[in-house]
C-alpha cells in the first residue's frame, strides 16, 4: 500500500537547469497538490489539480509548471532553477469532498539549487 | 500575508500532562480546519480536523477547539506522551486550497 510517492528524494541543481518531479498516487483521488517548504514558512501551495487534465495555480506558483495527464500522477517541473528555488518538495492527494478528511503526502523531495 | 499563524514555534510538556497548541487565522471564509503532524524527513499526516460549523471535535487523545469569533484553534493532546513529539502544522481549508501555518515543534519529556 504505497499511497503518495515523490521522486526523486534529492536532487542538486545548477542555476539555470531544468528538472521534473513525479508524484504517484495509488489511492484513486481526485485532489493533487504541490506545496514547498521553507524554513520559518510552513507549506506554501505551488500548483494544485481537481481532476486529470485540469490544473490551478495556488500561492506561489511563479517559475514552476505542473501536469496532470493520467489521474494518478502530477508532475511539477522547474524550466530554469533559481537558488530560491531550493526548498522541500512535497505532494499530496485526496478524495474530491473528503477536506475533513484531510491530504495524504509523500515523503517529499529536496531540492538544492546552486 | 499570511492567513494561518501559529506563533509559538516550539513547546516542551511532560510525560502525561496536557499539550496545548494554537494556530490563529485571518479568513473567515474558510470551511474547514485540520491539524497536521510530522517527524523529520517523512511528509505531513493528518491527525484531526473540525468544520467551521463546530466548536469542538475529540478523537482519542487529540480534541481541536475553533473559537469563530476569535478566529483561534487550538489542539489539546492529553496525555502527552514521547512519542508525540513532531512538529504540528495547523491548515485552514478554502475553496480546495490548503494554507498552513509555520508549525509548532512539540517535544514531551519523559
Known amino acids: 500500500n504505497a499511497g503518495v510517492t515523490q521522486t526523486p528524494k534529492f536532487r542538486v541543481l545548477k542555476t539555470g537547469q531544468s528538472m521534473t518531479l513525479l508524484c504517484a498516487q495509488d489511492m484513486n483521488h481526485e485532489y493533487m497538490y504541490w506545496y514547498r517548504q521553507d524554513p520559518g514558512m510552513g507549506l506554501r501551495l505551488i500548483h494544485y489539480?481537481?481532476?486529470?487534465?485540469?490544473?490551478a495555480k495556488g500561492e506561489v506558483p511563479d517559475g514552476y509548471n505542473v501536469s496532470r495527464l493520467k489521474k494518478q500522477n502530477f508532475l511539477l517541473g522547474l524550466e530554469s532553477a533559481a537558488p530560491s528555488q531550493t526548498s522541500v518538495y512535497f505532494c499530496?492527494?485526496?478524495?474530491?469532498?473528503?477536506?475533513?478528511?484531510?491530504?495524504?503526502f509523500g515523503a517529499g523531495t529536496r531540492l538544492s539549487v546552486l | 500575508d499570511q492567513q494561518v499563524k501559529q506563533n509559538s514555534p516550539s513547546l516542551s510538556v511532560q510525560e502525561g500532562r496536557i499539550s496545548i497548541l494554537n494556530c490563529d487565522y485571518t479568513?473567515?471564509?474558510?470551511?474547514?480546519f485540520l491539524w497536521y503532524k510530522k517527524y523529520p524527513a517523512e511528509g505531513p499526516t493528518f491527525l484531526i480536523s473540525i468544520s467551521s460549523i463546530k466548536d469542538k471535535n475529540e478523537d482519542g487523545r487529540f480534541t481541536v477547539f475553533l473559537n469563530k469569533s476569535a478566529k483561534h484553534l487550538s489542539l489539546h493532546i492529553v496525555p502527552s506522551q514521547p512519542g508525540d513529539s513532531a512538529v504540528y502544522f495547523c491548515?485552514?481549508?478554502?475553496?480546495?486550497?490548503?494554507?498552513f501555518g509555520t508549525g509548532t515543534s512539540l517535544t514531551v519529556i519523559p
Open positions: 499530496a492527494s485526496r478524495e474530491q469532498g473528503a477536506s475533513l478528511g484531510g491530504q495524504y
Open positions: 489539480s481537481v481532476g486529470e487534465g485540469t490544473t
Open positions: 491548515a485552514a481549508s478554502g475553496f480546495r486550497q490548503f494554507y
Open positions: 479568513n473567515s471564509m474558510f470551511d474547514y
